[in-house]
């Protein structure tokens, strides 16, 4: 335990229910946005009528409005002091319209209607923003120290995949909804998850994560409380062109940034095309199909919790190393299993490349933002500006242009390949393309990933320095 003495000076230790209340925030943004961003391209096309371009379209169009408008959502917070708090208010000011607009989301009464799908998801995403802006500066807020933030960042990781854990249930759930909200008397029905007649159930599905999420947002808004912020005269000064200034001077910055995209992308790409995959490469019941997409989550409850000893062990750099690379082993694995016709149709194997994989992803995309509090007290002690906002907006920005990518490209490679949402049986061209996305075109990504990360320079001793300039200062 720090002394009081330096407490005062930012070092602040949190108690257990403070952490698990801030993971709590990530927990209901698991169950809102990730299901938007698994399977909302599956459901547009497969249940609410779209063609797969007019979609994948749609989803580069939404994340071209999201660089327009994060950064003045980092403005808007940074300058901003609200009532409730600089950060945590907006929660529920962005939180309760962010609810609404997931619902509808998936509301087949306007089907097939490209425009209804325009309004609901562009708003959507812009609710989502004025909730996942703050929500990142709120982790820099709470405390400078840098286990602490470890630990902050391992229980939001935590809490996130219990919500992702929900979301990947998704198949099993509509499969058990759909017969008795299509015929209630019987509970009997021939519709699956993939089919327009499971709209309802996905409509009643979705209501219930979102309403879940907001009791866990209000949680969250609870437990929170800032400490480490811009003074407010300070605060009157920001505006948007700071974004990109930060973005040109802070390098730190720009490395994570681009790690972002890559991240992003590749866990889009391969978050879109799961269900595809499971539907038509591996023919799995909706079962099956649930426990391999929890598979793609258990790590998080076994690895996690380690991050901390396994970051003081081998250090923050080489942890991203051996993650990256896991993860890489469990694509070459799966790809192999697939593809080789004696190890063809072995659900076992899979099962275990998904395992390897998924621990390597999760472990080093969870850990990624802890780096975030890293580079605005970087900002903050080159510039004397702790614009956490902005810097959130701009990591947001370049997640989302991965996630942009993420949308897009599985949309093209389908398209491209001939797949066709109302055949029961895809071509070896399709099947194939199916399979890039998987494992081929993320492997790739990862690589490019190791790379990006390898030009990070801060290590905890550093950051502990700068940190402990930044309080002498003040």
Known sequence: MISSNNEAKGFYKLNWLQRIGFGAGDMAQNLI?????????????NVFGLGLKAAALMFLIVRLVDVIWDPVVGTLVDRGNPHWGKYRSWLI??????????????????????LYAYITYVGMSLCYTLVNVPYGALNASLTRDTNEITILTSTRMFMANLGALCVKSLPLIIAIFAPKVINPVTGKSTAVYNTPEAAPAWFITMSIFALVGLALLI?????????????KKEASNVKVSDLWMEFLRNKPLRVLAFFFVTAFAMMSVGNAADSYFMT????????????????GTIPAFIFMPLVPGIKRKIGKKNMFYLFLGIAILGMAMMYSFVSIPALKGNFVLLCIAQFVKST????????????????????EYTTGRRIAGIVNALTGIFFKAGMALGGVVPGLVLAWVGFNAEAAEQSPLALQGILWLVCVIPAILLALAMWIISKYDLSDEKMDLINKEIESRA
């Open 219 to 231: 949680f969250c808004f609870t437990q929170c409380k800032e400490k480490v912020v811009m003074d």
């Open 280 to 295: 038509y490469n591996v023919k799995a019941t909706p079962l099956l199909t649930t426990l391999f997409m929890w598979l």
């Open 93 to 114: 000011l962005g939180g309760i319209p962010l609810v609404g607009l997931a619902i509808l989301c998936f509301w087949n009464g306007f089907s097939g209607s490209l």
């Open 33 to 45: 946005y990730q299901t938007i961003s698994i399977w909302l391209l599956f459901y547009y096309t």
């Open 360 to 379: 390597g992803i999760i472990t080093a995309t969870g850990y990624m933002w802890a780096l975030v509090p890293e580079v605005i007290a970087y900002g």
